[in-house]
C-alpha cells in the first residue's frame, strides 16, 4: 500500500450470507457464528457503554512491570527541538506519512492518473484537510496566476462582464461548509464487491469550508435577461469542462469559491477561483472558472451526454440526476483500518451526507442489517455537508458485517444494494449510494464484501 497505489484489481466480488457470518459453510446456523449469535451481541449492545469504559480503565492501569516510555526520559524530552524557521508551512508529522491521497492503478488508462482518493479510514471530525482532499482531473492540473486570470459573464445578459480577481473580492461574500461528492463515487460496486478500502470505494468526496461571492450577485451585475433560463460554467483548464446548470440553483446557492478551509484555494481544486454547487454532483463544481454562458436551454455537452448519466437495465439512460443522495459509511475500522486491539470497548465512525439537506439520523447494525441501533451524531449539523457520526460498543471478538445506514431531514433511507440494483440494474457507474458492509473477522482484519 505504501507506493500509493492499489495495485491489483480485487474481483473477488465476496458475497456473504448474513446466516452463518461470513463462513464458507453453506449451511446456516452450522458455522462458528450463528445468526444467534450475532443477534446476541447486537442485543448486548445495547447495555455495553458503561460496563465496556470500565473495561478501558482497567487496561491503562495493567499488571506488567514499568513501562520505560513513561519511566525515562526519551531523546525529544532531552534534546532542543527545530526553531520556528524549520517550518514555515506546516507538514503534518512524519508519522503520518502513509496518510495520503491514493490511486487505483487500472482506474486510468495512462500514466497519469486523473483520480486519486481522500483516506478517509485515517481522518475525524467533518473537515477535510486541504492536502488530502480527493483530486478529479479531467486535463490536468491548470496552473494560473490569479493576476492573469478572468471571469466572464456573456449570453443572455443586460452587459456582458469580465471579472479580474480583485473585482471579484470586492462583492460581499460568504463561508459555506459543503461536501463534493463526484458523481462516480462508490461506482466500482454496482455489480459487486470490489475495492478494498473506503478510501476507494467511498473516497471521491471531500468537505470544505468555502468562501466565496454568493452567484447570483454577478449574475445581477450582469442583468439575466428574462428569456436567460440556464447556465454554463467552463473551465480554463485544457478539458474546457462545461456543465448546463439551471438558473434557479445558481441563484438559489451557486457560489464562485477562492478560498478553501481558510486558506487560497490549491491548484487542483481550481485555483484562484471554483464554482461551488451544493449537493450536486462534482463535475458541475467547474474549478479554474473562467466563463459563465447564460442560455436558454440546457447545451447537451458531452459530460452531460455520454458521461455522468445513468445507463438503466432497459438500456435508456436518466439524465440531469444532479442532486447526490443520502448515503454514509463506517471510515474506521474499515479494510485500511483493522480492530487491532481485540475485543471490548471501542468506537466504530463514519460519515453521512445527502445532497438534499442535513442528516436526521443514522443506524449502525453489526450483523449484516438484521438488527440496527441509532449512532450518536456530532459536530456541526449543515446542509449538504457531511455529519460525523459514532457507535461506541463492545465487541465481544465475534465476526461482525459492520454496516451504516443514513436518513436524511426528509425521510430519504439510504438504500441497500439490492434495492438499489432492482431500480436501477447493474450497468450505471455514478449515483451509487447503497449500504457499505464491511466483514470483520475473528483476528480484527477487515474486507469488503455484500450480504445476500
Ligand atoms: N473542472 C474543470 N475545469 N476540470 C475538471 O476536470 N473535474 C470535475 C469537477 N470540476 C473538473 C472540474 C469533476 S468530475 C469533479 S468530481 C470535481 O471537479 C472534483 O473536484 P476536486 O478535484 O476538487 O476534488
Ligand atoms: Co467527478
Known amino acids: 500500500m505504501d507506493g500509493g497505489k492499489v495495485s491489483e484489481k480485487t474481483a473477488n466480488h465476496k458475497t456473504v450470507n448474513r446466516d452463518n457470518g461470513g463462513h464458507n459453510s453453506q449451511t446456516p446456523h452450522s458455522a462458528g457464528v450463528s445468526r444467534r449469535k450475532l443477534v446476541k451481541s447486537a442485543l448486548t449492545l445495547g447495555i455495553s457503554g458503561a460496563a465496556g469504559l470500565t473495561g478501558l480503565k482497567a487496561a491503562a492501569q495493567p499488571d506488567r512491570q514499568p513501562d520505560p516510555l513513561i519511566t525515562d526520559i526519551q531523546d525529544w524530552n532531552r534534546y532542543l527541538g527545530d526553531g520556528v524557521d524549520a517550518r514555515p508551512y506546516g507538514h503534518p508529522s512524519p508519522f503520518e506519512k502513509n496518510i495520503v491521497r491514493r490511486d487505483v492503478a487500472w482506474l486510468t488508462a495512462d500514466s497519469k492518473s486523473s483520480v486519486n482518493f481522500t483516506p478517509l479510514h485515517a481522518l475525524d471530525g467533518i473537515i477535510t484537510p486541504n492536502g488530502l482532499c480527493f483530486e478529479r482531473h479531467h486535463g490536468g492540473i491548470a496552473e494560473i496566476d490569479p493576476a492573469s486570470h478572468r471571469l466572464m459573464i456573456n449570453g443572455l445578459v443586460d452587459t456582458p462582464l469580465v471579472f479580474t480577481m480583485e473585482d471579484i473580492l470586492r462583492f460581499p461574500r460568504e463561508n459555506r461548509m459543503y461536501f463534493l461528492e463526484c458523481a462516480a463515487n462508490t461506482g466500482m460496486e454496482w455489480r459487486g464487491a470490489q475495492l478494498n478500502g473506503?478510501?476507494?470505494?467511498?473516497?471521491?468526496?471531500?468537505?470544505?469550508?468555502?468562501?466565496?461571492?454568493?452567484?447570483?450577485?454577478?449574475?445581477?451585475?450582469?442583468?439575466?435577461?428574462?428569456?436567460?433560463?440556464?447556465?454554463?460554467?467552463?473551465?480554463?483548464?485544457?478539458?474546457?469542462?462545461?456543465?448546463?446548470?439551471?438558473?434557479?440553483?445558481?441563484?438559489?446557492?451557486?457560489?464562485?469559491?477562492?478560498?478553501?478551509?481558510?486558506?487560497?484555494?490549491?491548484?487542483?481544486?481550481g485555483y484562484p477561483m471554483r464554482l461551488v454547487v451544493p449537493g450536486w454532483e462534482g463535475t458541475m463544481w467547474v474549478k479554474w472558472l473562467r466563463r459563465i454562458e447564460v442560455g436558454d436551454k440546457p447545451w447537451h455537452q458531452r459530460e452531460e451526454t455520454s458521461k455522468y448519466t445513468d445507463l438503466l437495465e432497459d438500456g435508456t439512460a436518466r439524465r440531469f440526476t444532479w442532486e447526490m443522495d443520502v448515503k454514509s459509511v463506517i471510515t474506521n475500522p474499515s479494510p485500511q483500518a483493522p480492530i487491532t486491539h481485540g475485543r471490548g470497548q471501542m468506537v466504530a465512525t463514519g460519515l453521512a451526507w445527502s445532497g438534499h439537506g442535513k442528516i436526521k439520523r443514522v443506524d449502525v447494525s453489526v450483523d449484516g442489517g438484521r438488527n440496527w441501533q441509532h449512532a450518536r451524531l456530532d459536530g456541526p449539523s449543515y446542509s449538504k455537508s457531511v455529519h460525523r457520526f459514532y457507535y461506541d460498543f463492545a465487541w465481544d471478538g465475534h465476526p461482525m458485517m459492520l454496516q451504516s445506514r443514513a436518513i436524511d431531514e426528509f425521510g430519504r433511507v439510504q438504500p441497500t444494494k439490492d434495492q438499489l440494483r432492482a431500480a436501477r440494474g447493474v450497468n450505471s457507474i455514478y449515483h451509487n449510494n447503497s449500504i457499505q458492509t464491511w466483514l470483520v473477522g475473528k483476528d480484527g482484519s477487515i474486507e469488503n464484501v455484500e450480504v445476500s
Open 198 to 269: 473506503c478510501q476507494y470505494t467511498h473516497g471521491m468526496i471531500h468537505n470544505v469550508m468555502y468562501t466565496g461571492v454568493p452567484l447570483k450577485y454577478l449574475l445581477a451585475e450582469a442583468g439575466v435577461k428574462t428569456s436567460g433560463k440556464w447556465l454554463l460554467p467552463e473551465g480554463a483548464d485544457p478539458s474546457h469542462m462545461t456543465r448546463s446548470i439551471p438558473l434557479e440553483k445558481g441563484l438559489e446557492d451557486c457560489l464562485v469559491a477562492f478560498k478553501m478551509n481558510g486558506e487560497a484555494l490549491r491548484p487542483e481544486q
